[in-house]
Structure formats: structure tokens, C-alpha cells
């Protein structure tokens, strides 16, 4: 996770580039010598003028064993030669003929796969967070390459830089290849690991679930058969079914359901919104269903009278900060008071054609005419108030995401979604109804909930699914220290991580590409994943181990007793669950149905309208007050590539540059010129971030 702060100053040099580029003529900027002769410039550095920039630039390549000055800085020409005279040689002593081995055809060659021609599946890619239908390119049996479906309703052919790398988690070298056992110490941390197999797992596992006291702790889980089969193994065994996310939103479904009576998490639909403002949501970066929104986004953006608007407050550069027409640098205790100030002004300036919601009104009165005091432009805040009059019922106000996260998230969240009200917008730009997202419904309440239950020595056995929850929890939420007083564990990753290493049992689940599952991201969107090559190694998915568990128990469902497979399992969900919904299904036998789903990856239900319903009451209330902050604010957020971490072995993912500050392969403190100069840092110095009783360090990124 990087991280990011001095959140008032973090934008001075990117903010205004028409100061930059404008003032070469100058000796300096803000005290900063120019280099001479410049309009466009690579970095801060070299817009500085450093001449140890200039050197390193001059030397770019000064390990060169072919540099121009012989001997003065590594290996000189001569050395050069010599050495690749040397190891020819050596390369070339060995190279004997190797002995002649016959090579035999294919006897009967399999259908469908020519060499050298590719074919082509459809899947769905979830990684916890965010989901995309696929087309997944395969070459002689192996998957190579991974797409977007077209035909998806969500993604409509775009795809995240992790779903691309994703491809490469299946030949993962440091992937676990078979079950293993941790011989836990008595701190209950890894010992040893001896592998195992999944029949002697199995054996233990389900005796210890008989005892009783059994939880299965998921991400979210938007899956029509995992929630089946997880519905039956919690009957067979009595246990409970724990969600939580690493990247949540539950701040959205909370102010939801405090601003209308119904938590959810609604559908945003910038297609139809000619004004945006967010509050720190990066919703073209991270948020949510973050390449359905730039779908619906770029069309509009085409220039013209008719082109939509994007005003952006925000406490960290953000890529959609970056596409702003509009951006202002806030902090983030700022968020809250920003949107009151709005809704003042907004009331303010429409004279009586808006009203404020009796429940915020008190709120809202004490942030009258406080633009100033926030440090905002007057005139542009009065233009956005303007604007988002003159566009009512089409614009559409959104805050949301890890930046969000402070002690007034839901706070913000009902101060939003009343505006919205207000301004005609929910139920227009905003899909509570006929589409909401199913991703995203995890519980910190519920976590909390079970680690006290963990600690008060409540739950013999916890089967944990892919949540690396040692390393991304912080050490004060008593997670680690709950773990040691359960006495199963089970974890599901694919690594004896942080995790993994306080387990029992770690039982590899292997790839998306090698097994079946289906997904419901939104109400009603209906996808399919199909395995495009048999386990590599030997592996089960979640699925496939609660199936065996499920049916060894004595109060079993009948459908699960009645599937031999996984495979079979997920067909039975979609024959009686699903086929009846959709408009692919009406009229055809099932097996028709299912080969046309397996053909086109996703079948949407009949029901779901491409309009978003009607306005909800709003019947939000608020008791707030202005914030006052002091010194420096810490704001963390998610990177483009790496999301939550899961994926953080995937070279392809840390050689990504990242779009705002195109860094790679590093966590970095990333603060503004003016905070360097105060502070007295430079380009990468080392430094210690401390906030309450943490204490991290990284290098500084200007």
C-alpha cells in the first residue's frame, strides 16, 4: 500500500503546469533554480536544475563495459572482449551432440486444437475487489493471454492491469504444488511444514468440524453456487459465514441504508451524468467497478458543447484527479466539510429550487459560507454550486474508497447521498434498484465480531479463504493474537504466507484458469468460469473442499450428496437456480442453455431494466461540526497495480509504472515540493512515518 501526505501542498507542481512551462525566462520558481532553455521537463530534478541529475544523465550508462573512457569506470573495452572471449569458449566446449531420440506424433490428436492456432474460452476474473468478464487465449492446451469479454455487460471488452497479469499467477513458480501441514510451536507460529495430501486433510478437517464451533471466514463472495454450497455446509455443521474485505466500501452501504432504509451498494452511471464531482473517489483508478466507469465516462468526454464535466476534491493525486477539469487539493479531514459547504451553497444559490433535508439542516447551517475558511477558490466553489444546479437530475456526486476511511466516512456518505437527493439525482445517475453491485459486502462489524468470538476461545475450527488477514490487518486488531486460540485452522491460500504459517492445514486452491465457478456482480449479470487447463498441481478450490466436507456430514443436502463434482455442482445451481432468470434460458433444454453460456460467459436476467428505477425519501440525519486540523495528514491508498497485495509476486504488476507518480517496484511517502523544502528532504531519502503507535518507513518521493 503506498502512501501519501502533506495533502494541502502534495499538488503545487503539477497543479498549475502553465506556471512551470511559462517561466523559463526566470531565474527560479518558488526559490527553485530552471534549467536554461527548457519547456518540457522529465522530472522535478531536472526542472531544478540539479547538476547530479545532469551527471547521472550525461553517465547514464556508466557500468557500460563499453565505455568511451578506457579502464575509468568498470570494465574497459579491452576487458570486455576478453571476457566475452572466455566465456564462448567455455559455452562452446561443452556443445557435443546430444544422443539421437525419437520424437512421436500425436497418434489421435485432440479435437479442436491445431498447433500453432489458438483458441479462445470465456471466464470471469474476480480478485476480491473488482470483476470482468474474459476471453482467455489458449495455445496447444495452455492459457497465454487474457482478455475482455465484449459481450459483458460490466466490463464491455476493457480489462484492469491485474486481470492482464493475472494470467501469470497460474505459472507462478512459488505457487504451493500440494497440500501441506504446519507443525505449530506453542506461540503457534510455523515450526516446520511437512507435506500431506488432501485425503489425510479431509480426514482430520471434517472430524474437527463435527465438534461443532466451525466458521469459514471469505472476501466477498458474489458467487450464486458458493453461496450454495457454503448455505448447506453451514446447515450440515452449524457453522457461520464470516465477509470482509481487504479494500471495503461498507462506508457506502451504511450511509445507504442510513439515508434510505436499505444497505446497498448502488450502481453508478456516469454514461448519464453530464456533471461529476467526487470527493477523493478514484473511481477511473480504484473504485468499485473501476473500467465499467471509464466506459461510461469516455464516451462524453468527447470535445464539443455537449461534453460532460469532471470536478475533482481530493487530498492525494489520484488518476481520475488527473483527468479533472476541476481539480482542488483538500485534506482529508477536509471531505466532510467540503460537501456541507457545498450543500449550503447549492441551497443557497438555487433560491428555493432545492430544499435541504430537514435531518442535515442544523449540519448544514454552521458550513454556510465556509469556502474561504477551507482554503478553497470562492469563485470556482460558486461555479460548481451553479453548475450542479443547471445540471439537476444529470449530475451525479460520488466520495468513496480507501482515502475515504476516516472517523466520519459514513457521515460523508449521508452529507453525499443528500446532495444527491436534493439535486434530483438518485434514481436517475445513481442504481439502487435495478442493478446494484453484489461485490463488496463485507463486514468489519462482523470481523470484529468474530475475533472477539476467536479470542473468547468460541470457534474450534476456522477455515480461512485467501485472506492474508496477519498481514493486512494492523497488529492491534487482535487478529494475530485470536488465531492462536482456535483450535483448527485451515487456510485456502496458494503460499504459506502470514497466514498460511499460523495454520494447521494450507491447502493450495490453485488458479481461476484451472477450475469452475460462476458470479453475480451485479443484480442479475450472471457469469461463467470455466477452467482452460487441467490443475497443474494438486489443488482444490473453495468450492471443491466445502463439496467433500458438505457431504461427509451426516445432515448433507441432497443436492450436494447428489454431485460427483464441483463441475456438477455448479451446472445443478445454474439448472435450478438461474436458467429461469435469464433471457439466454427461456425456450431451450439446459443443455443447450449451458453450452450457450460456456459460449457467450455471461446471460443477464430478463428482469433487469437499463434504467435506474425512481428517487428514494431521503430520511438521513446528521450532527456534525467543522473540523479543526493541525500539521501533517497521512492519507493511504491502493495502487493501480497491486490493489490490496494478493498479486504483489507478479513481476508484470511491479514493472508497471504507476500512472501518477510512475514509480515502480517500491512503497514510497510521496509529499509536495514545499513540504521538501521545509523539512529539508530530497528524492529519495529515507524517513520515518509515525502516526499513533505505528511507525513505518519509506522513501520520499517529491
Partial sequence: MNTQTDSQTISQATSQPGTLSDSTSGSSVNGAPLSEGARYWMSLDQWGGDPALAERMENEFMSSPLASQDGKDGFARREFLKVMGASFALATTGCVRRPATHIIPYAQAPKDTVPGEPN?????????????????????????????????????????????????????????????????????????????????????????????????????????????????????????????????????????????????????????????????????????????????????RKPGPDMNRLVVFESAMSLTGMNADDRVRIRASQQLDVVLALIARVAGLGKGAVSIPSGIAASVKQFEGTALALGLDEKLFDKVALELLAARGKSLVIAGGLTTLTDRQVELQIAVNALNSMLGNDGKTIDHDAAPYETLNGSAEALNALIADMAAEKVKTLVIDDLNLNYVLPANSGFQEALKKVGTVVYTGNRNDETGGSAHWVLPAGSSLESWGDFELQTGVFSIQQPTIMPLYKTRSLGELLLAWTQAASGASARAKSATTWHEFVKATWRADIQSKVDAGRGKSFDDFWLSILQAGVAVNAGRRDRTGSGRAFVGSLNVKPSVTEGYELVLYPSIQIGDGRLANIAWLQELPDPVTKVVWDNYLAISPAMARKEGLKQGDMVEVTVGEATVKAPVLV
Fill in 120 to 300: 479462445y474460452y470465456t471466464s470471469t476474473w474476480f480478485d476480491g475487489h473488482e470483476g470482468s468478464g474474459l476471453l482467455v487465449k489458449t495455445l496447444e492446451g495452455r492459457p497465454i493471454k487474457v482478455e475482455g469479454n465484449p459481450s459483458h455487460p460490466i466490463n464491455s471488452g476493457g480489462l484492469t492491469a491485474r486481470a492482464h497479469g493475472e494470467i501469470l499467477s497460474l505459472y507462478d513458480p512459488d505457487r504451493l504444488r500440494e497440500p501441506v501441514r504446519n507443525l505449530l510451536n506453542e506461540a503457534r507460529t510455523n515450526k516446520e511444514s511437512i507435506k500431506t495430501t488432501f485425503e489425510e486433510a479431509d480426514g482430520k478437517i471434517i472430524a474437527a468440524l463435527k465438534e461443532g464451533g466451525a466458521v469459514v471466514l471469505t472476501g466477498t463472495k458474489p458467487s450464486p453456487s458458493l453461496k450454495a454450497i457454503i448455505g448447506d455446509f453451514s446447515k450440515a455443521y452449524g457453522a457461520r459465514w464470516v465477509q470482509y474485505d481487504t479494500l471495503p466500501v461498507e462506508a457506502i452501504r451504511l450511509g445507504q441504508k442510513a439515508s434510505y432504509g436499505r444497505a446497498v451498494l448502488p450502481r453508478y452511471r456516469f454514461d448519464l451524468a453530464k456533471l461529476v464531482v467526487s470527493i477523493d473517489a478514484d473511481f477511473l483508478g480504484t473504485l468499485i467497478s473501476s473500467v465499467e466507469f471509464t466506459k461510461q465516462w469516455t464516451p462524453g
